[in-house]
T-cell receptor
Framework: DGGITQSPKYLFRKEGQNVTLSCEQN?????MYWYRQDPGQGLRLIYY???????QKGDIAEGYSVSREKKESFPLTVTSAQKNPTAFYLC??????????????FGSGTRLTVV | QQQVKQSPQSLIVQKGGISIINCAYE??????FPWYQQFPGKGPALLIA?????SEKKEGRFTISFNKSAKQFSLHIMDSQPGDSATYFC??????????FGAGTTVTVRA
């Protein structure tokens, strides 16, 4: 079945530590996205990528980094510079600018907690 | 700056009632308007979507109404059921790229 796989489902980070969230898709989508969701605050865009080796900052990119070395993969690193990383992180993909709109497909999310 | 404004923030409806969620947008270049449903601890799932050349789209108990001149669109949930209790997000984009999401509406259906 086609879809997006996020791992791990739960992640705990110590102060000053970098952690990487995995996102893999087998939908052959060109575009991929990372969102952060806090209670009652909706979805805020962290980074997005239209093609391999290219990505753009979203609305809240500070303290985060990404890479897009393969079409299928878009990992997100939460760095120690992100002072309030506790949140629910969602990865999504879509056909992109040149594709027919079928809407985003979301992963099941990673819940990151600072301990 | 939020490009899509959604209201209300939350609503409570009795079983069998109608839930109505409204959204407004500013960018007239938007040409794709999806709605997503999210259950606690899960990723959002596409519920229904509309293009601006259509004023209404219905799928089962869910209907999108679209008013291009007013730059508004809404989701109607008919015969609301307890299983519809979730958070609903409207969104808008140009084609299928970089959706702008509303802030979300939490719907509670009372049995």
């Amino acid at each position: 079945d086609g879809g997006i796989t996020q791992s791990p489902k739960y992640l705990f980070r110590k102060e000053g530590q970098n952690v990487t969230l995995s996102c893999e898709q087998n939908l052959n989508h060109d575009a991929m996205y990372w969102y952060r969701q806090d209670p009652g605050q909706g979805l805020r865009l962290i980074y997005y990528s239209q093609i391999v080796n290219d990505f753009q900052k979203g609305d809240i990119a500070e303290g985060y980094s990404v890479s897009r070395e393969k079409k299928e993969s878009f990992p997100l690193t939460v760095t120690s510079a992100q002072k309030n990383p506790t949140a629910f992180y969602l990865c999504a993909s879509s056909t992109g600018q040149g594709g027919i709109a079928y809407g985003y497909t979301f992963g099941s999310g990673t819940r990151l907690t600072v301990v | 700056q939020q490009q899509v404004k959604q209201s209300p923030q939350s609503l409570i409806v009795q079983k069998g009632g109608i839930s109505i969620i409204n959204c407004a947008y500013e960018n007239t270049a938007f040409d794709y308007f999806p709605w997503y449903q999210q259950f606690p601890g899960k990723g959002p799932a596409l519920l229904i979507a509309i293009r601006p050349d259509v004023s209404e789209k219905k799928e089962g108990r869910f209907t999108i109404s679209f008013n291009k001149s007013a730059k508004q669109f809404s989701l109607h949930i008919m015969d609301s059921q307890p299983g519809d209790s979730a958070t609903y997000f409207c969104a808008a984009s140009i084609n299928d790229y970089k959706l702008s999401f509303g802030a979300g509406t939490t719907v509670t259906v009372r049995a």
